[in-house]
C-alpha cells in the first residue's frame, strides 16, 4: 500500500512538473512574440488616419506650440499627403507674425524660436532669414537661453542640429554660447541616481525622455554615454507593469511618446528588453491612448486631444521612419 501511494505521489509529481513547464514556454512565447512585435500594427495606415484628423483640425497651420510647429515636423517627416499649399500657408502665417512682432518672439522663452526653427528647417525654409530676421540669433545668447531651465539648452541643440546650423554669433555684451556649454550645462543638471526634471524633485520620465533626445548626437563623448544610460535605467526602473509611465499618479500617452521618440533616436529598438513590461511593449501602450477619431487621448479614460494627437503622431513617425531604413525624427 505505502509502494503503490508512493508511485502516485511520483507520478503526480512529473505532471506538476510537466504542467509547470508548458505554462513557463507558454510565457516565454507571449513576452517574446505577440504583442511586442510592431509588425501587429499598421503603422502607416494609423499615421495616415491620425493625419487626416490633424489636418481637418488645423487646415491653416500657425505660429504656435500645438497646431503649428510640432504638428508640421512631424507631417514634413512623414511624408504623406497634404493639401496643397499647406505647407506654404504656414510659412506665410509664420513670416507674417514674425513681421508683427519684429522678430522678438518672446522675451524670456528662447524655446519659441527653437521651436520655429525645427519646423522650418523640416519644410526646407531658411530660419536665418524670415521676414528678414535671423530666429537662430537669440540661441546665441546663453545667459537667455539657459533662463527657462534645461528646456532652453535642450531645444537649443535639437533646432541647431536639426539643420547642422553653425552656433550664431553673440552680440559683444552676451556671453556667447556653445553646443558645449549646452551639453555642459544639460550634464550638471542630472539628478542623483540618472534623469532629468524642471526644477528640484526627482527624475521625471517626461523630461528625461526629451533630453535624450537632444544628447543621442552626442553619445561620443564619455560623459554623455554614462549620463543616458543612467537615464535609461532610470525610465526602464520607472516603466509600470502596462508599459507606461506615471506623472503625479497620472499615465499619461505623451510621455510614452516621448521615450519612443528617445529610443529611436539613440537608436535602440522599441522591443528592447528593459522597455517590456509583461509583454507590452510601449507602441501598445500608447495604442491604449488611441481614439476612435483616430487622434490619441491625454489618459485613457478621456477624450481625443490635440497636443497627445501631435506628440503620438510624430513619435510614430519618428518609429516608422526607423523600420523602414530612414533616419529618426530629428536626425
Known amino acids: 500500500m505505502y509502494k503503490k501511494s508512493k508511485n502516485i505521489l511520483r507520478k503526480f509529481a512529473m505532471l506538476f512538473a510537466c504542467m509547470v513547464m508548458m505554462v513557463s514556454i ?28 490633424l489636418i481637418a483640425e488645423n487646415d491653416d497651420p500657425d505660429f504656435g506650440s500645438v497646431g503649428g510647429e510640432w504638428m508640421v515636423l512631424g507631417m514634413a517627416k512623414w511624408g504623406g499627403d497634404v493639401p496643397e499649399g499647406w505647407y506654404e500657408s504656414y510659412y506665410k502665417n509664420v513670416e507674417e507674425y514674425v513681421a508683427s512682432c519684429n522678430g522678438n518672439l518672446s522675451e524670456h522663452k528662447n524655446t519659441e524660436y527653437s521651436r520655429v526653427i525645427i519646423a522650418l528647417t523640416a519644410i526646407g525654409k531658411d530660419p536665418t532669414d524670415v521676414a528678414g530676421f535671423d530666429l537662430t540669433a537669440p540661441l546665441a545668447d546663453y545667459d537667455q537661453t539657459i533662463f527657462q531651465g534645461i528646456n532652453g539648452p535642450v531645444y537649443a541643440l535639437l533646432a541647431l542640429d536639426s539643420g547642422d546650423y ?47 533626445q537632444a544628447l543621442a548626437k552626442y553619445q561620443e563623448q564619455e560623459d554623455v554615454e554614462a549620463a543616458t544610460e543612467r ?15 506615471e506623472n503625479n499618479g497620472i499615465e499619461s500617452s505623451e510621455t510614452v511618446s516621448q521615450v519612443i521618440l528617445a529610443l529611436t533616436e539613440l537608436d535602440i529598438d522599441i522591443d528592447d528588453g528593459r522597455f517590456v513590461k509583461d509583454g507590452n511593449t510601449l507602441v501598445d ?31 510614430l513617425v519618428s518609429l516608422y521612419r526607423v523600420e523602414n531604413g530612414e533616419t529618426s525624427l530629428y536626425k
Not at 31 to 42: H, I, R
Not at 231 to 245: H, I, N, P, R, T
Request: charged fraction near 20%; charge should be negative; glycine fraction near 10%.
Open 166 to 212: 553653425d552656433a550664431p554669433q553673440a552680440k559683444d555684451d552676451l556671453v556667447q554660447a556653445t553646443r558645449t556649454m549646452y551639453v555642459d550645462y544639460i550634464l550638471a543638471q542630472e539628478v542623483k541616481g540618472g534623469g532629468w526634471c524642471l526644477a528640484g524633485g526627482p527624475a521625471d520620465p517626461d523630461i528625461t525622455a526629451i533630453v535624450l
Open 26 to 53: 507558454i510565457m516565454v512565447t507571449t513576452s517574446c512574440g505577440g504583442a511586442t512585435d510592431t509588425e501587429d500594427y499598421d503603422l502607416n495606415a494609423i499615421l495616415t488616419e491620425t493625419a487626416d484628423l
Open 231 to 245: 537615464a535609461l535605467d532610470m525610465l526602464s526602473e520607472a516603466q509600470s507593469q502596462s508599459g507606461g509611465f
Open 285 to 315: 501602450k500608447l495604442m491604449e491612448f488611441r481614439a476612435a477619431d483616430g487622434g490619441f487621448k491625454h489618459i485613457a479614460e478621456g477624450e481625443s486631444d490635440m497636443l497627445a494627437t501631435e506628440q503620438a503622431f510624430y513619435a
